[in-house]
Structure formats: structure tokens, C-alpha cells
């Protein structure tokens, strides 16, 4: 199986192919999120080798810590950041074809090259498959209710940063 993965451009995302994926599946808000503490955004997609959009993951890279409502941690007089996926999602036709594994280690790969500390995702309790991805990438696993949810996780990989 051959597939390509990619950075979408930021602004190219309205007239990107993968757009319909990610409406598709439901990710539009996600995808578009935007915080004052992100210092960036990415996303990635994969596209079969007919060049079909087959799957995205969208990060942001962020200090830890302002999302849940906590200062800024800092490491030696430094902000300590992380790549936080904020939307994730493959094609069903896709799925268990080494997509989403290739997407994650995409922005695994990217968040230590720029520095990260960590890589962080929530993902909802009925997101068995991401669960078992995340765990076999070497995620540790942190679980947290939201509402009705109450087999939700967080997701953390600890990184060393290339920088």
C-alpha cells in the first residue's frame, strides 16, 4: 500500500481535497479551532496513490499547561511545549491499513523536530481503534470524564526534543 502524506498549507484548507474528508467525518470544528495560546497549526493529509484523500491529522503546537486553565509550564527558564491533535480521522475503507498509524507518526516526527516536549490527544470513549493506535505508538493513557463520556482518555507520548 502505497500512500503519501503531506502538509496542507495553513489558509489552503477551504480548497484543499481533503476538506471533504474531514467534513465527512464530522472533524469541521475541530479543524478549524483556534486558541490565543496556539503558536501554530498543521495539518496533515494522506492521499492513495489515485490521489484520493484517505485520512488527516490536525495539531496545534501550544504551551502546556494554558489549556486546562494552568500557567505555562517552564523547563530551566523555558516554555515547555506540546503538539495537542485537536482532529484525526481516516477513511472507513482506510482504516486498519497503517493510515492513521503514518498521520501520527507524521506529527510525532514533527512535534520533536520543533522542539516538543510532548505529544497530547483526547480521544471520546467509543474511539476504541484510536485508543489501541495510541497505545501501540507507546502513548500513556490518562483517563478523564467529559460529560456523559466516562471512558474518555487523554492520550500523552513524551518526546525528545530535536532542538
Known sequence: MEIEISEVPVGALENAPVRALIDALGQ????????????????????????????FCR?????????????PVTLDGQVA???KILAFGVHEGWRRRGVGTALQRAVIDAAAANGCHQ?????????????????RLGFAVH???RDDDHK????????????
Open 28 to 55: 469541521t470544528d475541530w479543524v478549524r479551532f483556534s486558541a490565543g495560546f496556539h503558536l501554530s497549526s498543521h495539518l496533515f493529509a494522506a492521499v492513495s496513490q489515485d490521489g484520493r484523500p484517505i485520512g
Open 152 to 163: 474518555g482518555c487523554y492520550f500523552l507520548l513524551p518526546l525528545t526534543p530535536a532542538v
Open 59 to 71: 495539531y496545534v503546537v501550544q504551551p502546556i499547561g494554558p489549556d486546562t486553565g494552568c500557567p
Open 119 to 135: 505529544v497530547r490527544s483526547h480521544s471520546a470513549g467509543e474511539n476504541a481503534g484510536n485508543h489501541r493506535l495510541k497505545l
Open 81 to 83: 511545549t506540546e503538539a
Open 143 to 145: 483517563p478523564i470524564v
